[in-house]
């Protein structure tokens, strides 16, 4: 995956847990450097060995790690200047949701070698959506709950996820329910 990814790990790992928990990953992961090019295009082994890592090291599942991972990259990205990509694609998070697809086609302009995710909104309601997740990549369905809540926080919009159905299962995607937990516009 692109530098970027791993460069938003690293800036996860500093922030909560400081420099040296940082250098015990990287050891453990077995990296030579723990420079990122954003822009550069690395193996995804060099992501999967972090997560696994930092799973090693903070004593979490890798699937914590990453939901982690999801709720940080939200920050990560939209500081970090791609703010304009967040604001593109809708002001509140349904809308933004139906337009993930869009966001990445306007991210590989800048990333060619993006090999993107794709995304598809079913069963939308006023409070609740299924959300298709379709990947080249296995085992990151865990990160999609993590940007849900990641999501969930930029708009304001609480909600519950569950894993309602498996790639496991499909054998080509995930389905993920997202169901507010407040009424949308704020109103009791
Ligand atoms: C402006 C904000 C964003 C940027 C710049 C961005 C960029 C990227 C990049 C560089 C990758 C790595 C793919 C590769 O190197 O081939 C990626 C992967 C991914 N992105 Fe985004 N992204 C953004 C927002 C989001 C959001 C809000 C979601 C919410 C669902 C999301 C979901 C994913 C997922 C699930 C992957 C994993 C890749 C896979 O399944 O193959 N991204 N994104």
Request: aromatic share 10%; net charge negative.
């Amino acid at each position: 995956m692109y530098g970027l990814v791993n460069q938003g790990v690293k800036d996860l790992v500093l922030n909560k847990f400081g420099e040296e928990t940082w250098q015990s990953i990287c050891d453990e992961a077995g990296l030579k450097s723990d420079r990122f090019l954003r822009m550069k295009s690395y193996p995804d082994d060099v992501t999967y060995s972090l997560v696994g890592a930092a799973s090693k090291v903070l004593e979490l599942s890798p699937e914590d790690i990453l939901i982690a991972f999801g709720r940080h990259w939200v920050l990560f990205t939209a500081q970090g200047g791609y703010g304009d990509l967040f604001d593109m694609a809708g002001d509140n998070l349904f809308d933004f949701l139906h337009q993930l697809d869009e966001l990445h086609t306007r991210v590989k302009l800048n990333f060619p070698e993006l090999r993107t995710p794709s995304f598809r909104c079913t069963d939308v309601k006023a409070s609740s959506l299924r959300l298709e997740y379709h990947s080249h990549r296995d085992g990151l369905s865990a990160l999609v709950v993590g940007l849900l809540h990641g999501l969930s926080d930029r708009f304001q919009t609480p909600l519950d996820v569950t894993h309602e159905v498996k790639r496991e299962d499909t054998g080509t995607h995930d389905i993920f329910f997202v169901s507010l937990t407040e009424p949308p516009g704020g109103a009791k």
